[in-house]
């Protein structure tokens, strides 16, 4: 059975959760623990070197990169749906993913990480950069999502699973992007058993 390494405040682990609880896949999930300094124990560093959750361990395989794990369980189990591959719905796919985590992430951890988890570093530069990237983010997402339910495909995939739990992270910080498209496609994805469960309480930016 493979152990999902794993911890709710991380909205990395919330969207490989969400894939492996809408697939039925059978998993441990072990939580590692941040305020207890677990995630940099020798025993967890042995399983993933980069001090991160997510990790997948699937016998001898261990993965990290919450993208890579669902795509290894997509190819895995044969999950078409959530990544079709189909070049042209595939090329929307890879294209959300890696937006997400090259031009997305940064932003919304510079905001969420400064405002909510260490206020204490006062870090108003990135938490100023976080959200100056995101007014020319937020278009470019709400245009992805004109005239369409998902980013890649009729049906949600795991591109919106990433960028999804990317958006929905900003509510920690009272800074999701106000934007109608993405507002109706949040509410879309919160139809899927789990992914409303599994994220923070959602309010407007101001
Ligand atoms: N690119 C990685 C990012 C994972 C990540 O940033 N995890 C955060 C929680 S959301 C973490 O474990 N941070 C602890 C650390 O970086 O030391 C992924 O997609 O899995």
């Known amino acids: 059975m493979y152990k999902f390494y794993n911890n709710p405040m991380s909205q990395h682990s919330r969207r490989v959760q969400v894939l492996l609880e809408a697939a039925e ?3 441990e999930a072990i939580l590692i623990g941040f305020d207890d300094g677990e995630y940099m124990s020798e025993a967890y560093l042995a399983i993933n070197p980069n001090h991160q959750v997510p990790t997948l361990v699937d016998g001898d395989i261990k993965i990290h990169e919450s993208n890579a794990i669902m795509r290894y369980l997509c190819k895995k189990h044969g999950l078409e749906d959530w990544y ?3 070049p042209e719905k595939l090329a929307l796919v890879e294209q959300w993913l890696d937006w997400g985590q090259c031009r997305l992430s940064p932003a919304v951890v510079n905001i969420v990480l400064f405002t909510v988890f260490m206020p204490e570093l006062n870090n108003q530069e990135a938490i100023q950069s976080g959200h100056e990237t995101m007014k020319e983010l937020t278009p470019i997402l709400e ?3 004109e005239g369409k339910d998902y980013l890649a495909d009729d049906k949600p995939t795991i591109a919106d699973l990433a960028v999804a739990s990317n958006i929905t992270h900003l509510a920690l ?8 498209n993405i507002s109706a496609w949040i509410d879309r994805m919160c139809a899927i058993p789990t992914f409303q469960a599994l994220t923070p309480q959602m309010t407007a930016a101001e």
Do not use: F, R, V
């Open 25 to 27: 896949i059978d998993h």
């Open 84 to 86: 079709p591959s189909a």
């Open 143 to 145: 245009a992805g999502l």
């Open 173 to 180: 910080a009272n800074a999701m992007p106000s934007a109608p």
